[in-house]
């Protein structure tokens, strides 16, 4: 299998954006632009915003996730949501471990791990976030880092359980900095990343995963990136919150 075989998947990451009404809007305004996708389009949106995306993308090809998950079916976790929350309100995808939340809420390769569970234990296609720290690149451990996140948060995941994920390459120095990894740095490591499912799970599933690039993809630069063999779409941070420049980079995933 090569990449023109693979499923290529744009997904939005609105992170800590948009009121209801605002979601709505962007919504409606992205519909129209992206019908014609040849390729997955998925929004994740804040908790507040589920139920309003699930409702207004009702009839068109944009799936909804959600951006976390806690590991348990149910308990006292104040401020935590379920994966079977999210699952029975209809939300198909969960990003999780997210760069973010290992800088800022303790996220460790650990909790990865045991949310990846519970979002495949509830039936939702999980978007499982890696990549190195800039200090980490600079020493040379880019590699280890994204092999060692991987092979934690996959423990326990079976071959068939694998269809269900997409991994997405996000450097972490690249992330809403405006510094894009050049597109060949982001194919070198996606596919590093493909070599380690591979040894894990065989080439014919490794060959079949939707490995995206995530970090500053924007409506200028996505084509190049998406160009690579090993990219096979993108996690959209700021360019994910105006409908032109998203649908800009899933028409360039389509081609
Ligand atoms: P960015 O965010 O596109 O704003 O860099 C990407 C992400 O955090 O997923």
Known sequence: MNKAKRQAVI????????????????????????????CGVVICVPYTNLETALEAVKGSNIKV????CHWAKSGAFTGEISADMLAEMGVEYVVIGHSERRQYFGETDQTVNKRVRAALDAGLRVILCVGELLEQRE????????????????GGVTKEELSRIIIAYEPVWAIGTGKTATAEQ????????????????????????????GGSMNAKN?????????VDGGLIGGASLKAEDFSVIVKAASR
């Open 139 to 154: 020493q040379g451990i880019t590699e280890e880092i994204c092999a060692m996140q991987t092979k934690v948060a996959l």
């Open 11 to 38: 997904a939005g990451n609105w992170k800590m954006n948009k009121t209801r009404p605002e979601a709505k809007a962007l919504i409606e305004e992205l519909k129209p632009l992206v019908k014609d996708a040849d």
């Open 186 to 213: 982001a194919d070198e490591v996606n596919g590093f990343i493909r070599g380690v499912v591979a040894k894990l799970y065989g080439e014919e599933a490794a060959q079949a995963l939707t490995v995206q690039y």
């Open 222 to 230: 996505a084509e190049e990136l998406l160009g690579k063999e090993h």
């Open 65 to 68: 996730g959600a951006e976390n």
